[in-house]
């Protein structure tokens, strides 16, 4: 019942954008908050930014800040990252989860997750 689907993600070169999307089903964002992780291969999932059920809270990891920024419509039950200036060390697997509870950066407290959706930096 309960799903997260991520959406947006897609091969861009250095200093490209994207907006990924992070649709919930199942329940609705009024009450969780969402955070946004990646992982590369052969690296452990990082958290990259959340923000709070209200959406009055948001943070980022030190390696995006300024370049990515988190919203959501609670209207259409669904999260974003805007990410600008991408780097190749952006490249990951992007997932976004659900807590019921204030945003954390660390992947235990999530309860539900969603698929991923693969973001390429790349010339």
């Known amino acids: 019942q309960l799903q997260l689907v991520e959406s947006g993600g897609g091969l861009v070169q250095p200093g490209g954008s994207l907006r990924l999307s992070c649709t919930a089903s199942g329940f609705t964002l009024d009450y969780y908050s969402i955070g946004w992780f990646r992982q590369a291969p052969g690296k452990e999932r990082e958290g990259v930014s959340c923000?709070?059920?209200?959406?009055?809270?948001?943070n980022y990891a030190g390696s995006v800040k300024g370049r990515f920024t988190i919203s959501k419509d609670n209207a259409n039950n669904t999260v974003y990252l805007q990410m600008n200036s991408l780097k190749p060390e952006d490249t990951a697997v992007y997932y976004c989860?659900?807590?019921?509870?204030?945003?954390?950066?660390?992947?235990?407290?999530?309860?539900?997750w969603g698929q991923g959706t693969q973001v390429t930096v790349s010339l």
């Open positions: 923000i709070s059920s209200s959406g009055g809270s948001t």
């Open positions: 989860a659900a807590r019921r509870g204030y945003c954390s950066s660390y992947v235990p407290p999530y309860d539900y």
